[in-house]
């Protein structure tokens, strides 16, 4: 049975954790480092991987931080809805999933509707951003709360242990 059809009908399992969490650490590690760590061959830790990223375990990808290249300021939006559509809401996704100084986005539950955190050059520019965003949904939005992040000390490193 091909190794795509296993991961459907069970859940990540001891060894895939053992390579996320070196993965975690290094995400350029070596095939064949990654594979001694885990005790696989190197044929089998890389179909496991190749398996994991088509599955949406987890997301090649690299982080950039945004102060460096130009974008000190970050902030935290928390968004309440009001008059909620299916249809509203969709489009008030696609164009945050869009919008090029909307790094996250996130549905959540409890006393707001989203959670998304946009990067800004300086404090006109958030400014600018945000009433754009609150002009343009305004019939959506009910409720816009900003936090500025001032340093970040951990993010996307799961103990899976």
Not at 30 to 46: C, E, M, P
Request: net charge positive; with cysteine.
């Amino acid at each position: 049975m091909p190794v795509k059809q296993k991961l459907s009908s069970r859940t990540v399992d001891e060894k895939d954790k053992k390579i996320l969490m070196v993965l975690q650490e290094n995400g350029r590690e070596q095939l064949n480092k990654i594979a001694k760590k885990v005790g696989l061959s190197i044929d089998s830790t890389h179909r496991r991987i190749k398996v994991m990223l088509e599955k949406g375990v987890f997301h090649s990808t690299i982080l950039i931080n945004p102060r460096i290249m130009g974008y000190p300021l970050i902030a935290d939006i928390k968004i309440k809805l009001k008059n909620v559509s299916e249809e509203k809401r969709q489009q008030f996704i696609n164009y945050m999933k869009g919008y090029d100084r909307c790094t996250e986005l996130l549905a959540t539950m409890g006393d707001y509707d989203f959670t998304c955190v946009l990067i800004a050059k300086d404090s006109n520019e958030l400014e600018k951003i945000s009433t754009q965003i609150r002009q343009m949904f305004k019939e959506l939005i009910l409720e816009w709360k900003g936090i500025l992040i001032l340093t970040t000390y951990k993010f996307e490193h799961y103990d899976l242990t």
